[in-house]
């Protein structure tokens, strides 16, 4: 991920940069990695990040959705830097790889309730 | 891409699925394909979609900056169509994937104003 600043153009940075990307929290453990994240089509507005961990192989792993406020990039880590107890991830809002589950009001406001962020839509 | 509405839930849309979509405008012409997005950090707030074509197996293609804005998808298409005769695009702003360029005000006002869009930031 050396080249990550080239895809971080002030502030800016490229959808497939965030894909992948590591995620840590404040304690430096390593929580998983960014598998891809959500886009309300017609605003362009990201609503959830999705967080991907455990299983063999990327193959049986859980998606936790995450308010994308929450993250925050942090070069010397090269990954993103949640404020979070990896315990607080065990009763998450979350769902298999194969079975993501409708995006709707209640999903989201219970997932940005969960980590404390106000649902502002 | 069968499988886009699974990704495609309500009115949000993954940001894997976006990448790689083909685009046509409205005459039916195949445009090239969105090669990826431009996201505002601190505010996930989507700025562009990149539209590449042309190169050799995906060499030395030009990449071009669009207002999220102007995309629509259709599922009939299973693509973005775009209001454009193609040989707008003969001048539109454009770099080489290799040289991706600062996307400062200056830029984005550029790109956004070439395509008749204001430019809200």
Known sequence: MTD???????DLIA?????????????????????NFMVEKRSGQVRYA????????????????LPWSILTYDTDKGGYVIDL????LDNAPRYAADARPDYDEAFG??????YGVVYPW
Chains 1, 2 share one sequence.
Request: hydrophobic content about 25%; proline content about 2%.
């Open 109 to 114: 406001r219970n997932v940005y309730q969960y």
């Open 50 to 65: 999705t967080l991907s961990f455990g299983g063999f192989l990327g193959i049986g792993n859980d998606h936790y959705p």
């Open 85 to 88: 107890d990896k315990q607080v």
């Open 15 to 35: 959808s497939d940069r965030v894909e992948g990307t590591a995620v840590y929290n404040r304690q430096g453990e390593h929580l998983g990695k960014i598998d």
């Open 4 to 10: 990550f600043m080239t895809d971080s153009r002030h």
